[in-house]
């Protein structure tokens, strides 16, 4: 059963099913991370005798347990989690808002259909309801002010007042209330953020303008009209709102948008599949209904409902969706099937392996999710800077009252106040706090939208300084499937005889490259025999007898063991393994009968990415268990900058850790089991999503399909969304620097120029609506 215990240090309920930290002082006590049982051990008695006025959200800056959960109570029908984009530590039931900045949590997992967003719906409503009162409002405030022989003559200074009180002060309780909460528990949990700001600006300037109405006897007679009336400042407290609810609105409907690459995602699978039952009936199903060995059909059009692997038929499948490649793949038996991919031409049978959570799109969906939930290293700066910028802001606030009030013009305190509610307005810093969450989020989006899956945020920053890319040969370069290309006998020997005993022999093995000899056979449609007496000799070979016949394939050591003389044998290996084969000798009835050479082809895309590499400035280094000439023609072909040869799965770890050592930023691309540790101990591991599960589990970018152009995409791609985080970084870093001192007055000397605190308000909604739209320019990436 879930129990929840509450934090004492900040307040948050700890649920039983997640993680916590407990000590014992008198009695026992749970925390939801490290830095709360810290600060309470340091002084347990202070939280002990006062814990209502000690709870604090900020145990959330700065905790070492990323994964603690809080909790509220909610409906039990409430099952979503939700999570504050800017702090994504922050985890709860149900809908809410962030006790940290105090923006709107959102679901941590975008669902398939388009679930009403009750937060944007309510903030939707309250800011339309606000604009009716603001803005007749404002037009009656401007004309009062500025063009006030346009008024009818019955409608006095004095009752304009009390109209525009009338109609702000719904706009500010009621349409401002969310922010005024807002406000009021950041500074009660002392996590000051962009609603203590909005708060404070707007509550000065309504209280003001109400005192100033009902009692203007306490204000000097400087500050008095000629009618007695003192300036209020009604319509700059209803506008603020009503300008900071828009910028909410645009602010939450750009932020549905981020998520969009998941709801792609989700609604790429089919609702339902078409299964053939064993008596030969096929009915739809629903697809939760499918499970692993079902046969399933996918008609032309269809897509196909989950992984699994064709037993019958022939077509070609349009994997764009998860691949990002836009041709088709032709599809037979015994490949592999993507669920939610399309069947573009012919019918396939199919066996389902993966269903539900194991499927290839909902791993990516969870990849993708789990990417955009990080916090990537430079967003440090923005959380230090953020921290200390309020209590600043606020102080200057306090110093441009003070100037205003001791040195400004008449009405001295009128000129402070708005000053002031200018600097707190302008100067929130939601657009910082943005800056880098809602690039990540879209970044991961799009990478995931053309193959590229991200696994945490660290890894798409760390990508982008990485200098030299360390790539396994097989799988990676190559197609991983060697073929037979080359049989050349002594004179006097068949070919097509060497060949079958050779494959017949083969046949026995368990080796790629005796695979490939098996399948060479079978393609020259040879029929192979019997094998007695197969023997593999490790590092050198096998031997057996096929038909009668002694064969022996291997490298001259194993001729040399048998007593087989090998003639010219190794230097007609070494000119094929110059061109990039891996050659085997071949003895019949003890005597030297011929070589054949395996290759594995290289991908086509390979030579053209390794281009675009050293295009960005790339070192590649490539790593491979071959030989050292096979190696270096291999290099030689696709222009390789350096050669490791003959590297035991074991070495290549060490590899990265010298390549490391030497200064450089490494990437190691695999996609086998024994690439796990390198891919693990590089900066950035890259796994090809064609290998295996270990690898991708080691990486920190999976390419869905397997080639290296998938990298290049992966650089491009960080590179663009660190540009586009350094560009929110900077405009809202600039703007608050503009901003700021311009609201505090510094410019009303030399031109006369006094920020309006409407103006201020205008720009502070519209500067975090700029952040999300910069962001959101990468979605129409080119990758």
């Known amino acids: 059963m879930d129990t929840t215990y509450k934090d004492i240090v900040c307040g948050m309920d700890v649920s039983s099913d997640t993680p916590h930290f407990t000590t014992h002082h008198e009695e026992k006590y749970y925390f939801c991370s490290k830095h709360c049982l810290d600060k309470f051990e340091a002084d347990p008695q202070s939280y002990i005798e006062n814990p209502d006025d000690k709870h604090s959200a900020q145990c959330t800056i700065g905790c070492d347990h990323h994964t603690a959960s809080y909790t509220h109570p909610v409906d039990d029908k409430t099952t979503a989690i939700y999570t504050c984009p800017m702090h994504p530590e922050i985890q709860q039931k149900g809908p809410g808002t962030c006790p940290i900045c105090g923006m709107a949590l959102e679901p941590m997992m975008a669902q398939i259909e388009d679930s009403k967003d009750e937060e944007l719906h309510y903030m939707n409503r309250r800011f339309w309801i606000s604009a009716l009162l603001s803005i007749p409002l404002f037009i009656l405030a401007m004309t009062a002010d500025l063009l006030p022989s346009l008024l009818p003559s019955w409608l006095s ?123 030969g009936i096929e009915e739809d199903i629903a697809l939760e209904e499918v499970i692993v060995g079902d046969i399933l059909r996918i008609r032309p059009g269809e897509k196909v409902p989950v992984d699994g692997v064709v037993i019958e038929g022939e077509s070609n499948i349009d994997e764009a969706m998860v691949t990002g490649e836009p041709i088709a793949v032709t599809k037979r038996k015994g490949d592999t099937l993507i669920g939610a991919t399309v069947n573009t031409t012919g019918t396939l049978l199919m066996r389902t392996q993966k269903i539900g959570a194991d499927t290839l799109l909902s791993q990516i969906v969870d990849m993708v999710a789990q990417a955009q939930r990080s916090r990537a290293p430079i967003q440090k700066l923005a959380d230090i800077v953020a921290s200390y910028f309020v209590p600043i802001v606020v102080i200057i606030a306090v110093f441009a009252f003070a100037g205003w009030w001791i040195w400004g013009p008449e009405p001295r305190l009128a000129y402070a106040i708005v000053s002031a509610v200018a600097v707190l307005i302008i100067a929130c810093p939601c657009a910082l706090g943005l800056a880098t969450p809602v690039s990540i989020m879209v970044g991961t989006g799009r990478g995931a939208a053309a193959g590229v899956l991200i696994k945490n945020a660290e890894a798409l920053e760390t990508l982008e300084k990485v200098d030299t890319l360390v790539v396994d040969k097989t799988g990676t370069l190559t197609e991983g499937h060697p073929k037979l290309v080359t049989v050349e006998v002594k004179k006097g020997i068949d070919e097509s005889e060497l060949l079958q005993k050779v494959a017949t022999l083969e046949r026995s093995s368990e080796h790629p490259l005796a695979q490939a000899i098996v399948e060479g056979a079978k393609e020259r449609n040879l029929e192979l025999g019997k094998t007695a007496d197969f023997r593999s000799i490790t590092g050198q070979g096998a031997t057996g007898v096929v038909d009668g016949v002694e064969v022996a394939i291997g490298n001259v050591k194993l001729l040399e063991s048998l007593g087989v003389e090998a003639y010219d044998l190794p230097d007609i290996a070494e000119q094929y393994r110059q061109e990039g084969q891996t050659v085997m000798l071949i003895a019949l009835d003890g005597k030297a009968a011929g070589v054949v050479g395996v290759t594995d082809p290289i991908k086509d895309s390979t030579p053209e990415a390794i281009a675009q590499l050293h295009e960005q400035g790339i070192k590649i280094v490539m790593l491979t268990g071959d030989n050292e000439t096979t190696a270096q023609a291999v290099a030689k072909k696709l222009n390789i900058d350096q050669v490791q040869a003959e590297v035991s799965p074991e070495e290549k770890s060490k590899v990265v850790e010298s390549l490391q050592a030497q200064g450089h930023h490494v990437a190691m691309a695999g996609d086998g089991i024994n690439d796990a540790p390198a891919l693990a101990r590089a900066h950035v591991g890259i796994a090809m999503g064609t290998g295996t599960d270990v690898a991708m589990e080691s990486a920190g970018v999976t390419l869905i399909k397997g080639d290296l152009l998938g990298i290049v995409r992966a650089i491009k791609l960080s590179h663009a969304t660190m540009s586009n985080i350094r560009q929110n970084l900077f405009f809202a870093f600039i703007y608050n620097a503009i901003g700021v001192p311009i609201a505090a007055g510094v410019l009303y000397p030399v031109f006369g120029i006094l920020l309006s605190p409407v103006i201020a308000a205008a720009a502070m909604s519209f500067s975090s609506v700029s952040v999300i739209t910069n962001a959101l320019r990468l979605r129409r990436l080119e990758l």
Request: proline fraction near 4%; avoid cysteine.
């Open 157 to 279: 200074m004095q009752t304009v007042q009390w109209i525009s009180f009338f109609l702000a002060t719904p706009v500010v309780l009621w349409g401002g209330w969310p922010f005024f909460v807002r406000g009021w528990n950041s500074i009660r949990t002392w996590n000051l953020n962009m609603f203590t700001l909005i708060a404070l600006g707007v509550s000065v300037a309504w209280v003001y303008s109400v005192i100033a109405l009902f009692f203007p006897q306490l204000f000097p007679t400087s500050m008095q009209m000629d009618s007695g009336l003192i300036d209020v400042y009604f319509e700059s407290a209803a506008v603020i709102i009503t300008l900071v609810l828009l910028g909410q609105v645009l602010e939450l409907r750009a932020r549905s948008q981020t998520n969009s690459a998941i709801q792609m995602l989700l609604g790429l699978a089919p609702n339902t599949a078409r299964i053939v039952r064993e008596d």
